[in-house]
């Protein structure tokens, strides 16, 4: 038997944001990231204190939930944290005993294990809280063929058609941010809780930019089909962007939400021409990247036009990039990625990749 055979994953349901206003973040996801709205739940549902909007785009099920009043939990997050990551929603064999397992090793239980029902089935849920405010829900739903969940309806895009995307595929990770010193904490609950294992990490001798060090550990489920790195600021001579994040978000948080495509060149493309912002990588870093990564199935002339970063591992290769901070707050931001067989996170970009976000950081007076 493996260590996580108390806790089976079968993968990522859903990512919900808690945002200050769900409509407007609901149409930026569809027209910037090219989501399509599949669900609604709120006033018009018979749901009186919330309106979330469930938009998917592949195997990524992103739902936008805003609080209709000023004492609504939702608003207050939304009030402290800026817009960001409430819910990394995992699904699960057994929602009742994750949560049973999880319970017993420590977690925080959230809200306990519950049955939803209408005419499309039953699905079951149970939350337990991981860092700063942000939780994750176990959700089975073998026995439902509704859209979401129940309580939810069947709701269009805001365009009225269906959106073919940008070519984004499925999760491939989430960040979280934890204060100076407790990165250990939280590498120690994944293990405990989820029986998962540490597949890297970084210190910040690896990750340190003149300015600014954090230190970075992946945690991982035995199929590696869920990764969490977990960042922690370091020592510097200037305030780290762990730091920043943390000052803004007031606490602990999702850092970042990476996404895989297949084909990051059409995908980027296709983002920038919706407007979406991206992090510029300074021209230097094209100069050497060839002989750094080596041979690759893409065109340099396309990654460099584009701005895509390039890193090879052990396995293989990826590309990746990222976005610009995703609401005014200096806090969650998005990553492309496409990995050809390699299973880090491009720690070879960590340098390019934390000096771009210096130069955004100095332009907001918090270097
Ligand atoms: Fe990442």
Known sequence: MS??????????DHIEFWVGNAKQAAFYYEQAFGFTRRAYAGPETGIRDRASYVLEQSDIRFVVTSGLRGDSDITKFACSHGDGVKDIALLVPDA????????????????????????????ELATIGTYGDVVHTFVTRNDYAGVYLPGYV???SSNGTGDAGVGLLNVDHVVGNVELGRMDHWVGFYERVFGMTEMIHFSDEDISTEYSALMSKVMTDGEGKIKFPINEPAEGKRKSQIEEYLEFNQGPGSQHVALASENIVQTVEALKERGVLFLSTPEAYYEDVGDRVGEIDESWEDLRRLLILADRDDDGYLLQIFTKTAQDRPTLFFEVIERHGARGFGDGNFKALFEAIEREQALRGNL
Not at 4 to 9: A, E, N, R, S
Request: glycine share 10%.
């Open 154 to 156: 069947e709701q269009q």
């Open 3 to 12: 260590a996580t055979d108390f806790m089976p994953l079968d993968g990522w």
């Open 96 to 123: 009742r005993e994750a949560y049973r397992q999880a319970v017993q090793r420590g977690a925080r239980g959230i809200v306990e294990p519950h049955t939803l029902e209408d005419e499309f089935g039953q699905v």
